[in-house]
């Protein structure tokens, strides 16, 4: 018969049938800082409900009635899907109540939600999202996201602009939900990447991947090449490079689907500015932020062009930016032809 002792460190080498879920991750996180009040788990813990809740959204697409343009744009002049406004207000109730949520900030909302005032705010958080990242693949069954970041209040502040706007450097966690083939939600709290995977059977996340690293290289770039004609002439060297290279192009179309791909497989994913969109057209607070985040969390490199997006300072809530992220050696081959 095995010791008490034994058995659990059986149970931790058997890491195939683990059964470790988010919430545990999320508690054992916790328990590294004593003073810790449990605020930003019960936060942590509401962005996997609405995982789940959106989730189960999408896989009934088609089958009720979520699908198709609600005939609205949203504040970037943009055609709302159905499913972006379910998505959106799933986040805003189950964030809502939390008591720790002193602002939300979503790209569906013009202006950010001010929940708590500055002294109830004392202590709180600022939640930002993009509550589904890539929505125009729904009609397609491909692969959407949602993309989140938080930021510790500074209260007091004097808006909510100015509570939000700081450097995704200052970023305490940030995370994605990749409604694929499967559910996978990929977070870090700045002790790097952990990677979970949604058992529909119990509707628990469970951990499948803890310190993940994105591979140093990996000949695949992933960016819309139908922009080539009007990207600056850096990144069109860069691309006669990796063409005679022989690099591979991938390319989802949805941020989330590119960015996991890339974190699992290498290579280097870019949105660069373009005639339309001349400032980038990926949003810095709550799509490339996060997703910086991550990928250096993962041993990785972001760049807003040829600075580090982390040290970006944002001056508005929706402000665009450059992306260019992945393994080093990747970003390192785009930043030299820039
Ligand atoms: P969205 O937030 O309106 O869905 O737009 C963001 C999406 C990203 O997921 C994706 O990387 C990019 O837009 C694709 O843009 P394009 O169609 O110009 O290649
Ligand atoms: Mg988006």
């Not at 972006?84 to 799933?90: G, R, Y």
């Not at 602009?161 to 940030?174: N, V």
């Not at 982390?310 to 032809?337: A, F, M, Y």
């Amino acid at each position: 018969m095995s010791t008490q002792n034994t058995f659990l460190k059986e149970l931790d080498e058997r890491s195939s049938d683990n059964l470790f879920t988010l919430q545990s991750h999320i508690l054992a996180e916790q328990s590294k800082h004593p003073g810790s009040t449990g605020t930003f788990s019960w936060i942590l813990s509401a962005m996997s409900l609405s995982a789940k809740v959106i989730a189960s959204k999408l896989r009934r697409a088609r089958l009720d009635d979520v699908l198709g343009a609600l005939g609205t744009e949203n504040v970037q002049g943009e055609r709302q899907q159905k499913l972006d406004v379910i998505a959106n207000e799933t986040l805003l109730r189950c964030l809502g109540r939390r008591k720790g949520v002193a602002i939300v900030a979503s790209e569906e909302n013009e202006e950010p939600i001010l929940l708590r005032d500055n002294a109830e705010a004392e202590g709180g958080y600022c939640v930002l999202f993009d509550p589904l990242d890539g929505s125009s693949n729904l009609d397609v069954c491909g692969g959407v996201g949602t993309i989140f970041s938080i930021l510790q209040h500074p209260s007091p502040a004097a808006t909510a602009d100015e509570a939000m706007l700081q450097p995704g450097s200052r970023q305490l966690a940030a995370g994605y939900i990749l409604f694929g083939s499967s559910t996978v939600f990929v977070l870090t709290t700045g002790n790097g990447v952990s990677m979970f995977v949604l058992d529909p059977m119990i509707g628990a996340f469970l951990r499948v991947e803890d310190n993940l690293r994105i591979p140093t290289k990996g000949k695949i770039y992933s960016l819309n090449e139908g922009n080539r004609p009007t990207f600056p002439e850096g990144y069109q060297r860069y691309l006669d490079w990796a063409q005679h290279n022989g690099y591979s192009s991938r390319y989802a179309g949805a941020m989330v689907a590119d960015v996991h791909r890339t974190l699992l497989k290498g290579g280097v994913f870019l949105y660069p500015p373009t005639a339309k969109a001349p400032n980038g057209k990926l949003r810095l607070m709550y799509e490339a932020n996060p997703m910086a985040f991550l990928v250096e969390q993962a041993g990785g490199k972001a760049y807003a062009g040829k600075e580090r997006l982390l040290d970006v300072q944002p001056k508005t809530l929706h402000q665009r930016t450059t992306v260019i992220l992945g393994s080093s050696e990747e970003v390192d081959h785009v930043l030299r032809h820039l």
